[in-house]
């Protein structure tokens, strides 16, 4: 079988920025850090700090050199100073969120802590104390 060599220059270090700055490359739309930001501030607010602290990057850009690093210099300015920012990579990004999903989805828990789409809009009172209850055995656990 023949294979082939693509040579890299710039590329590897303008594609990794686009999803710091997508302005780079003329999208109009947030960065990555801005991003978690927005996704932290739709929580509620006595879970931002909790957020803030277990940001994992997964996937597999979180192997590029450094993305890590990147990332945390990138959204520590944008947090509250009063917030503690931990952001971790795991040993294998590319498919620790599914096996996170795994271990989830095959617990006894499983069923009691499953929500429908229904449900969620039936009960979102509801929904703190799933989390809490969720929260509290995933803690038991590590």
């Known amino acids: 079988a023949d294979s082939q060599c693509l040579g890299m220059g ?12 997508p302005s780079d490359i003329g999208l109009r739309q947030a960065g990555i850090a801005e ?8 929580v ?31 959204l520590r300015p944008l947090v509250p100073m009063e917030e503690a920012l931990l ?23 499983f069923a009691r802590l499953a929500l429908t789409r ?8 509801d929904i703190r104390q799933r989390y809490d209850e969720h929260a509290a055995i995933m803690r038991g656990r590590m």
């Open 118 to 125: 229904e449900e969620y809009k039936k009960e979102v009172g």
């Open 87 to 109: 952001v971790s990579a795991p040993e294998n990004p590319v498919t620790c969120a599914w096996q996170g999903g795994s271990v989830l989805g095959a617990s006894e828990d």
């Open 44 to 74: 509620q607010k006595d879970l931002c700090g909790l957020m803030y602290s277990n940001v994992v990057v997964t996937g597999g850009c979180a192997s590029l050199p450094g993305f890590r690093d990147r990332m945390e210099s990138d």
């Open 35 to 42: 991003v978690v930001t927005q996704a932290v501030g739709a």
């Open 10 to 21: 710039n590329e590897r270090f303008m594609v990794p920025e686009a999803l710091f700055h």
